[in-house]
């Protein structure tokens, strides 16, 4: 039996809305994706045009569909051949069961939303997507409609509590020890933070000279307009977080509780954005770059989250906060509420 949630978990599990994917992740039909969440796997699965969210469980006997991260295929059960198809659950040798039993069966299926390009999946949210986001929709459905492709797909079991890895990606004040060859060169200088309901927003200017010149000479390349010239963030509530530098690429990365305690499932994407015609060659090195330092700013902050002690008290009253710790501090608040 899969140990339960702790209740608050729970209540943000299924009481939210939740950024899963971009639509540029599942564009032909038969694509696929599968993320790891509580009680299991999330399947999103491209259906001759219409974005299926389900358990990934066939519904005869358990086995799961897809154990892979992504890809393109059909949803067929490699255990007895049950599939899914154009809207409909394809039972193999029909004529072997008894109809009245097969009435009720069917996939476990979830809401699904969309923020611009953005894809939300829901299990019983208590209000719509643009009520949840707030102001923050206009922010998300922006970057999401200069976004093209997924470049790298990277998750593993995350070796912490998810508000232990979500904190750690709220603040600055740890970059310098963390991430020195990493992300401490940009040397971030706080432009503003948007506190939008319960999603925080962040901008901050490229504060090495040599850096903000190379990043803004890049811009010739790509259809960025309106992207906002330095490092952005916005914290989607409760589990995910989207970032760029000067939206030439976008990470997105997903913080989802895990019934195991001091655990968490992880996963980013590098996500790409529009680059003008003629230009593709120039910016592939840019690219892979971006995936291969982004893997290491989040193995940095994994060997760093994993050492908080288990026994550290998150929810108590009497924690402190850097001013660099600010949203943190908000993010504390806005949980201390909702368990009250």
């Known amino acids: 039996?899969?140990?339960?949630?702790?209740?608050?978990?729970d209540r943000l599990l299924t009481d939210f809305w939740h950024l899963v994917a971009h639509r540029a992740e599942l564009a032909e039909p038969g694509a696929w994706l599968r993320l790891d969440w509580p009680g299991g796997d999330?399947?999103?699965?491209?259906?001759?045009?219409?974005?299926?969210?389900?358990?990934?469980?066939?519904?005869?006997?358990?086995?799961?569909?897809?154990?892979?991260?992504?890809?393109?295929?059909?949803?067929v059960c490699p255990?007895?051949?049950?599939?899914?198809?154009?809207?409909?659950?394809?039972?193999?040798?029909?004529?072997?069961?008894?109809?009245?039993?097969?009435?009720?069966?069917?996939?476990?299926?979830?809401?699904?939303?969309?923020?611009?390009?953005?894809?939300?999946?829901?299990?019983?949210?208590?209000?719509?997507?643009d009520a949840q986001l707030g102001e923050?929709?206009?922010d998300l459905e922006r970057a999401s409609r200069r976004i093209t492709a997924r470049r790298d797909f990277n998750a593993f079991p995350f070796q912490a509590h998810w508000r232990v890895g979500v904190e750690n990606a709220l603040e600055g004040y740890h970059v310098n020890p963390i991430h020195p060859q990493t992300l401490a060169p940009l040397g971030l200088i706080d432009d503003r933070i948007d506190y939008q309901g319960r999603n925080i927003g962040y901008l901050a200017r490229i504060g090495q000279a040599r850096t903000a010149k190379g990043l803004s000479v890049m811009k010739r390349f790509f259809e960025v307009d309106e992207a906002y010239e330095g490092y952005w963030s916005l914290y989607v509530f409760p589990f995910a977080m989207v970032s760029s530098t000067?939206?030439?690429?976008?990470?997105?990365?997903?913080?989802?509780?895990?019934?195991?305690p001091n655990q968490a499932h992880f996963c980013s994407r590098l996500l790409t954005s529009r680059v003008k015609p003629?230009?593709?060659?120039?910016?592939?090195?840019?690219?892979?770059?971006?995936?291969?330092?982004?893997?290491?700013i989040f193995e940095e902050?994994?060997?760093?989250?994993?050492?908080?002690?288990?026994?550290?008290?998150?929810?108590?009253?009497?924690?402190?906060?850097?001013?660099?710790?600010?949203?943190?501090?908000?993010?504390?608040?806005?949980?201390?509420?909702?368990?009250?």
């Open 1 to 9: 039996m899969t140990p339960a949630l702790p209740r608050l978990d």
């Open 42 to 75: 999330l399947a999103l699965f491209n259906d001759e045009g219409e974005i299926l969210a389900f358990d990934n469980v066939c519904p005869h006997r358990g086995a799961r569909y897809f154990t892979g991260d992504h890809g393109v295929g059909r949803v």
């Open 79 to 129: 255990y007895h051949g049950w599939a899914y198809r154009a809207g409909q659950l394809r039972v193999a040798q029909r004529a072997s069961f008894d109809e009245a039993e097969l009435a009720g069966i069917g996939l476990r299926t979830f809401r699904t939303a969309w923020c611009g390009d953005f894809l939300f999946v829901g299990l019983a949210p208590v209000e719509s997507l």
């Open 136 to 138: 923050a929709f206009a």
């Open 246 to 260: 000067f939206g030439y690429s976008y990470a997105l990365q997903t913080y989802f509780p895990s019934a195991l």
């Open 278 to 296: 003629g230009a593709e060659t120039a910016v592939e090195g840019f690219f892979e770059s971006s995936a291969q330092v982004n893997r290491r």
């Open 301 to 340: 902050d994994h060997a760093i989250c994993a050492r908080v002690s288990p026994s550290y008290d998150m929810t108590r009253p009497g924690r402190v906060f850097a001013r660099s710790e600010e949203r943190v501090r908000r993010l504390h608040a806005i949980l201390t509420a909702l368990a009250s």
